[in-house]
């Protein structure tokens, strides 16, 4: 069974610039989440899909932060204007109903 | 709402000796505890759950945790640690019946010749 796929692994880009970060969960997985870690500190709780639905937001740090799931199966998370603070490793995971959530290897932005 | 607290940010130790990671939790309902390991280049890979029965739970590659509900704990215990444990750990806590993970810090361990 693969897992949770997080592409790309690195982005490098400008601060004004927009990117944009796709997560293919494990298949069957109804839940998918978002989680980002800013350097040195703990790994925070952005939003959990149900399916298509969104089903908690409330850790998306501003209206900058855009996230999606068409259709149920992969998600992207696209963050336009990229500021500074933006910086860090977004990690993807996804999870049958119940279980504990299997992650990505992430994605590290760096914003310059 | 919880919280988690890693006191120990980096632990070295000896190849082969035991080592004992720290995890202290907070929270006002009734919780599910879980560890991770990220080893380098890689993602998070769960190491062990506790989420009711037995308050000692074993998990992958020789680690276990205990669960201590009036210290509201987890620590995580290995009694011989080999190079390739050398990762950083990441205690979490949901509460019971949720999805959303509550991180600790994370605590870099360091296993030496």
């Known amino acids: 069974e693969a897992g949770v796929t997080q592409f790309p692994s690195h982005s490098v880009i400008e601060k004004g610039q927009t990117v944009t970060l796709r997560c293919d969960p494990i298949?069957?997985?109804?839940?998918l989440y978002w989680y980002r870690r800013v350097m040195g500190k703990e790994i925070k709780f952005l939003l959990h899909?149900?399916?298509?639905?969104?089903?908690?937001e409330s850790g998306m740090p501003n209206n900058r932060f855009l996230a999606e799931r068409t259709g149920g199966t992969y998600s992207t998370l696209k963050v336009q204007p990229a500021e500074l603070e933006d910086s860090g490793v977004y990690f993807c995971?996804?999870?049958?109903?119940?279980?504990?959530?299997?992650f990505g290897a992430g994605t590290r932005l760096s914003v310059l | 709402a919880q919280s988690v607290t890693q006191l120990d940010s980096q632990v070295p130790v000896f190849e082969e000796a035991p080592v004992e990671l720290r995890c202290n939790y907070s929270?006002?309902?009734?919780?599910?505890l879980f560890w991770y390991v990220q080893y380098p280049n890689q993602g998070l890979q769960l190491l062990l759950k506790?989420?009711?029965?037995?308050?000692l739970v074993k998990g992958i590659n020789g680690f276990e945790a205990e669960f201590n509900k009036s210290q509201t704990s987890f620590h995580l215990r290995k009694p011989s640690v080999h190079i390739s444990d050398t990762a950083e750990y990441f205690c979490?806590?949901?509460?019971?019946?949720?999805?959303?993970?509550?991180f600790g810090t994370g605590t870099q361990l360091k296993v030496e010749l």
């Open positions: 506790y989420l009711s029965g037995s308050t």
């Open positions: 298949s069957g997985h109804d839940n």
């Open positions: 899909f149900v399916k298509e639905s969104k089903q908690d």
């Open positions: 995971a996804s999870s049958q109903e119940a279980g504990p959530p299997n």
């Open positions: 979490a806590v949901s509460k019971r019946g949720g999805n959303k993970l509550t």
């Open positions: 929270s006002s309902v009734s919780v599910y």
